[in-house]
């Protein structure tokens, strides 16, 4: 990946960078803290699952040296379900197109939650 390239190598020695990804499962619409659907989170795993696996081969090679790791939960906060959808316009990750109706009625804010790992990786000297 020439992004990651050119962080490693934009790196000084024992330098550290903090990655972050989305992870599985897959994101979930809320509302009033209840699940309402799951969104199809694949076209975006694909995506992080091959920059994982460069920087994991980057660890296993000794280049990078990972230090810490945190899982938690990332909430993307709309003032209602119409925004909600209006958003997922056009991205590569789809609302379930059975929940559009009963989203677009959703009149009170709602949340898209979804898990998400941080890594500091430090350079090794």
């Not at 975006?44 to 280049?63: N, V, W």
């Not at 009963?102 to 350079?123: F, I, K, N, S």
Request: net charge negative; hydrophobic share 40%.
């Amino acid at each position: 990946m020439h992004v990651l390239g050119n962080m490693v190598e934009a790196l000084e020695p024992d330098g550290r960078v903090l990655d972050l990804q989305v992870i599985r499962p897959n994101p979930t619409v809320e509302v009033d803290g209840q699940v309402i659907c799951e969104i199809d989170g694949e076209p975006l795993f694909s995506m992080a699952d091959a920059a994982t696996a460069a920087i994991d081969a980057l660890i296993h090679a000794g280049r990078l040296v990972e230090q810490a790791v945190d899982d938690h939960d990332v909430r993307e906060h709309y003032r209602h379900g119409g925004e909600l959808v209006d958003e997922f316009a056009g991205k590569k990750r789809r609302l379930p197109h059975d929940a559009l109706p009963g989203l677009r009625a959703v009149v009170q804010p709602c949340a898209v939650r979804e898990r998400c790992r941080l890594r500091m990786l430090q350079m090794q000297g």
